[in-house]
């Protein structure tokens, strides 16, 4: 049976799903990739969390 993997998942301020599973951000840089995600975007970054890939 497979183990389970930790993914970042970010929420811009237009969005009505989380975005993601980004499995190459290291943990702890969540909340930074998804402030950087967003602006890319031109949208307001409203969060980050981790959750099973």
Known sequence: MGE?????????ATDAAWRG?????????????GKYYCMQRGLA?????WDNC
Do not use: D, Q, T
């Open 4 to 12: 389970l993997r930790a993914c970042c998942f970010v929420l811009c």
């Open 21 to 33: 599973p980004f499995w190459k951000i290291a943990y702890g840089n969540c909340g930074n990739y």
């Open 45 to 49: 970054y409203e969060g980050a969390k």
